[in-house]
């Protein structure tokens, strides 16, 4: 569906993008995930075509689109900020791609209509300032703006980054829900692994210019390609010189574990490596219960399901468990 190869983009003497490659399926959500400043929104903006690469190719159903004018490129954009007109009202500016179009008056209206019951928007909405609207129903506007067009393709710069935590969350729901029933081609961009992992069918990991690892939330989750990765996909644990002894691995490398891989206090499992430690502190979450234990010399953050019986108390000793085949390990020296 689209396919960037060597996309190489500079400003000035400065190399944002080096040489990159990705290939996005027809119908599937890909998320590009990484820090500020990465490339994954520089990336962005070479597919939609504000911004054209020093070098490489960007394909579209096997058709070279990187010099065609943004407007020519059948993509819906919803950006960070919306880019709304605040005065019009949300059949206007939901109307808005297909007045370019030239398209008659009464289909206008029909699509708009089709558009914005699919999208959750009322009819008493649609005759409103988007001022008047919330930062919620702002987004469903610019998602239906985007989408009205018929686009091949959808691509997204961090949307739901302006709203609060819980709407945040409910409208990822919905985001995911959308897409799904429209089957289109999304490409998404976030600095939120959360976000990432709930939402994406694939993830490229960018980091200062380069993509780290391309794949599925589980692959990049629990499979991390490179350090980077590991650490910055979720919470982890670096296990430190004498567990790195115990366990009878590479000192030369780097060893991680995930917190919920960590097993208190539960029967031996194969070749497991087991230690004493002592319950230094915990964060009470409800579904599960973070803890804070010192083992081994250095302190292992564990995340155990909450059952509302075994919840240990600070002081409280426990046995650590941890199964070589659940640590991911990488090159040293950095």
């Not at 610019?142 to 961090?158: F, G, N, Q």
Request: aromatic share 8%; charged share 25%.
């Amino acid at each position: 569906m689209i396919q960037l190869n060597d996309i190489v983009v500079r400003f000035g003497d400065f190399e944002a993008l080096h040489k990159i490659n990705v290939h996005v399926r027809e119908g599937e959500f890909f998320t590009f995930l990484g820090p500020s400043g990465c490339g994954k929104t520089t990336t962005l903006r070479t597919i939609t075509g504000f911004i054209e690469p020093a070098s490489g190719t960007v394909m579209m159903k096997n058709e070279d689109i990187t010099h065609v004018p943004i407007e020519k490129r059948n993509i819906g954009i919803v950006f960070q900020s919306y880019a709304l007109f605040p005065t019009m009202t949300v059949r206007d500016n939901i109307a808005f791609g297909l007045k370019i179009k030239k398209l008659k008056k009464a289909e206008i209206e029909e699509k708009v209509r089709t558009i914005a019951k699919k999208v959750d928007l009322r009819d008493d909405q649609l005759v409103k300032a988007v001022s008047q609207l919330s930062g919620g129903q702002q987004q469903r506007v610019a998602i239906a703006r985007a989408l009205v067009t018929e686009p091949a393709i959808i691509c997204m710069d961090e949307p739901l980054s302006n709203l609060d935590a819980k709407l945040r969350v409910q409208l990822r729901n919905e985001l995911k829900k959308m897409q799904r029933d429209f089957g289109i081609t999304t490409i998404y961009v976030t600095h939120d692994q959360e976000e990432a992992l709930t939402l994406s069918d694939h993830i490229a990991v960018f980091n200062k210019g380069n993509i780290e690892q391309i794949g599925t939330p589980n692959e990049v989750y629990n499979f991390s390609k490179t350090e980077f990765v590991a650490n910055f996909i979720g919470d982890i644990n670096r296990l430190e010189e004498e567990m790195v002894s115990g366990l009878k691995l590479d000192p030369a490398e780097h060893h991680f574990i995930r917190l919920e891989r960590v097993r208190v206090n539960r029967p031996e499992e194969g070749e497991e490596y087991r230690v004493r430690g002592v319950i230094e502190s915990r964060e009470y979450y409800g579904l599960y219960i973070k803890y804070y234990i010192r083992a081994a010399g250095q302190t292992v953050k564990v995340i155990e399901k909450n059952d509302g019986i075994s919840i240990y108390e600070p002081g409280e000793q426990v046995t650590v468990g941890i199964h070589p085949s659940d640590i991911m390990s990488y090159p040293g020296g950095n």
